[in-house]
């Protein structure tokens, strides 16, 4: 059975080009209106928050936009950040909720399940760190669970983030947090050890 207690994804490269002085230092001048500063905030943020919302919303469209309307929203609302420290966080909160309004307006356009068939791109720089047969099988029980669920997960095995930080980003109790992130991982314990056993027996009836 797959440990799904331990998944891992690649960190996605360039997550850490912008040291954390010259970070403060650009939000200071885009709090001032600086539009390259912001742009440059911009895309050294982009790829793990593309990363993070395509596993969330299992949908490269989708989460293009996501991202989009967070660094919309972000541009808007720059000189609300009282702590250029907090950009990150701030960044995050809101792909997070762009992705809770995407998804929730597909759910209203087509009751049909997200996709959630690993493509090419995820493969390559998304891996987990187990086989290909089971990548493609956790991918399909993670796509089923709710939003809030993979929400929780990808804040916390993708970004890295400890559940105390997922919790503030998605605006929930720790303990809650904790409640989404252990529900998750039983759903797909539960499904995995379901397929592999009724795998078993198929492989068995035709053996037989």
Known sequence: MVAVTRIVWERPAGGASTGREMQVELVERARSGDHEAFSELA??????????????????DRAQDAVQE????????????????AWDAWLYRLTVRACYRLARSAKRRDVTELHVEPDAETAAGHDFTISLVERERLGRELGRLPVDQRAVMVLHFYLDLPLTEAADVLDIPVGTAKSRLHRGLATLRTALSDE???GAIAAGERTA
């Open 43 to 60: 895309r050294a943020s982009f790829g793990r928050l593309y990363g993070a919302a395509k596993l969330i919303l299992r949908d490269q």
């Open 70 to 85: 967070a660094l919309v929203l972000a541009w808007k609302h720059v000189r609300a950040i009282r702590d250029p420290e």
């Open 196 to 198: 592999s056993r009724n």
